[in-house]
């Protein structure tokens, strides 16, 4: 060795090392795999300042041209390891979404053209009536929102007035008469319902369909947040960056040779990506909620597809009582004069249906489950894939951070006030999560397992015990509306036919079989046959009570009979 060369080596040995704050990397955190540091010089001066990689003094840290090279090969941060497991799922849910969208709206376009091509073919009623038709459809189109209802009542009142005015062959008549027909609600005191059951049946059986469709579509949308909570986790959560730093950097600095211990490595990742972990225990119950509706899916496509015959159903329940309904319609609402009678097509078999627009709901719900499939393992293992491209190992020479403080980040508990903000808003999410699974599953669950048009005419459909704009009441509730206390501005088509004259008595035979399977509306009938208690304790009541009733008031009519003889004398 030289004299030079030696007073080279004193004098960078004395001089102050420059090191950067905490040892900190300014813009990228960790490295490429392939980096090596058998070339770099390291530090071998004890740093007088607490540090990234220790609060202590003895220990040394990476220098200035270490730091730099790091910089210069930071091609891979935290953001891009989990970018690159998470990104293909969560570009594919955004589109899964839109997909769901365009095959239920166009779902309800062939829906909407079936009904229209119904009443024109079959039931003659002319294209004014698709104004109607259009009002209801673009309704249903907004399913997706929040407190979202559809109206069902509005349309079968509105088409009660149609039939009324082309199939059952009246005049057109004004518009004052119309609005009459509509606000009919009772008839000699009786409710009046022109469709029967029909319209009832067909409207439970949308609004179930509607409702499942909206759970279900929220499931995917809290699937997707899960997603979007692992991307954005190192961004939010400044602890994260910071510990997943010390686990790739500081081990480097420590030893050329030294990795970071995988346990270490995988508490930390873990801790980083806790919220995420924690949406990985409703994850499951996610996928559930969309395999148990991919079973359904064609029943459900197929009840808002056919919904035009439903409605045909309906109207053809209403031509059987024309002749009936007009005696009734003109004492409630004046005479309107007949014409001249017209082909009416009765088979809804010669509805000009249109080839099916929307694709098949069950294959896209098949072919999104395979790929969620797919994915899962990789969304699933991600602190063990972000752990292996940290070179993570779980023998031998390794560094496990002991000698890290939790003041520098290594703590696995949130550090701020913010972090613990973002942990509540996080658990509230979940919370919601739950109950929109647990929402989904409910609908599913009280769907029909298989669709026929018979279903409608026979006792297997039950329509008790949903209400779609609020989820289930009871059947005290059901037996309140039912019985005319309802007061809805269009209950006019969700009230019973009961115990009318000769007209009402018929048009009920023909659909007693509708009704078996609802014992409560004959509870609801006998209500008005039923005494009230003043009335029943006149009459002596069913007991001791009545009968003591029934004795004093025969005392007391004695004594002023007695008293009213003396007075006279």
Request: glycine share 4%; with cysteine.
């Amino acid at each position: 060795m030289t004299m030079h060369t030696l007073c080279a080596f004193i004098i960078l040995l004395f001089l102050p090392q420059t090191f950067s704050s905490d040892c900190s990397l300014t813009q990228r955190d960790f490295t490429r795999n392939d980096l090596t540091f058998i070339d770099v010089p390291r530090s071998k001066v004890q740093d007088r300042t607490a540090t990234l990689c220790s609060e202590k003094r003895q220990l040394s840290c990476c220098n200035k041209q270490v730091e730099e090279k790091y910089k210069n090969y930071a091609a891979l941060t935290l953001e891009d390891i989990i970018k690159n497991n998470t990104d293909s799922s969560s570009s594919w849910f955004k589109k899964a979404l839109q997909q769901f969208d365009d095959i239920i709206l166009a779902t309800f376009e062939e829906s909407k053209d079936r009904l229209k091509k119904s009443l024109h073919k079959v039931f003659n009623i002319p294209k004014s009536s698709d104004a109607v038709v259009n009002k209801f459809y673009s309704n249903i189109n907004e399913y997706s929102k929040p407190k979202f209802t559809v109206n069902t009542e509005e349309l079968f009142s509105d088409l009660f007035v149609l039939v009324l005015q082309n199939v059952m062959n009246l005049e057109k008549f004004e518009h004052k008469f119309s609005n009459c027909v509509r606000n009919i609600r009772t008839v000699q005191g009786k409710p009046f319902r022109p469709y029967g059951r029909l319209d009832k049946e067909a409207s439970s059986t949308m609004h179930r369909s509607l409702a499942t469709l909206q759970s279900v579509r929220k499931v995917m949308t809290k699937l997707n947040e899960y997603y979007d909570l692992l991307r954005s986790a190192p961004e939010k959560l400044e602890y994260c960056k910071k510990g997943m730093t010390q686990v790739r950097y500081c081990a480097r600095c420590h030893d050329i040779e030294k990795r970071p211990c995988l346990n270490a490595c995988l508490t930390m990742a873990r801790n980083c990506l806790n919220p995420s972990e924690k949406y990985k225990k409703v994850y499951p119950k996610g996928l559930e909620a969309l395999r148990l509706f991919t079973t359904k899916a064609g029943l459900i496509q197929a009840s808002i597809v056919e919904f035009d015959k439903k409605v045909g159903d309906a109207i053809l329940n209403v031509m059987d009582s024309s002749s009936k309904l007009y005696v009734t319609i003109k004492r409630e609402c004046g005479a309107s004069k007949a014409k001249e009678k017209s082909k009416i097509k009765s088979d809804l078999n010669q509805t000009d249906v249109v080839v099916r627009s929307a694709p098949q709901l069950k294959i896209f719900f098949k072919d999104a489950l395979r790929r969620i499939k797919a994915d899962s393992d990789k969304t699933s293992n991600l602190p063990e894939a972000i752990c292996r491209s940290y070179d993570a190992v779980s023998t031998g020479h390794c560094w496990d951070g002991r000698k890290v403080s939790k003041k520098n980040g290594i703590g696995l508990k949130l550090q701020n006030g913010e972090d613990h903000l973002e942990q509540f808003t996080i658990d509230k999410k979940l919370r919601i999560t739950n109950k929109i699974i647990r929402s989904a599953m409910q609908h599913l669950g009280n769907l029909p397992t298989s669709y026929q048009r018979d279903d409608y005419r026979s006792n297997n459909f039950d329509s008790s015990g949903y209400d779609f704009s609020g989820g289930y009441y009871s059947d005290d509730e059901d037996e309140q509306f039912y019985s005319g206390d309802h007061n809805s501005q269009h209950d006019l088509f969700f009230r019973e036919n009961r115990n009318g004259n000769d007209y009402y008595k018929e048009h009920d035979a023909n659909y007693n079989h509708l009704d078996k399977h609802k014992p409560h509306h004959k509870d609801s009938e006998n209500e008005s046959k039923r005494p009230s208690s003043d009335e029943f304790y006149s009459l002596g009541g069913n007991g001791s009570n009545g009968l003591l009733h029934s004795k004093a008031t025969l005392c007391l009519t004695f004594i002023c009979f007695l008293l009213n003889i003396i007075r006279n004398l």
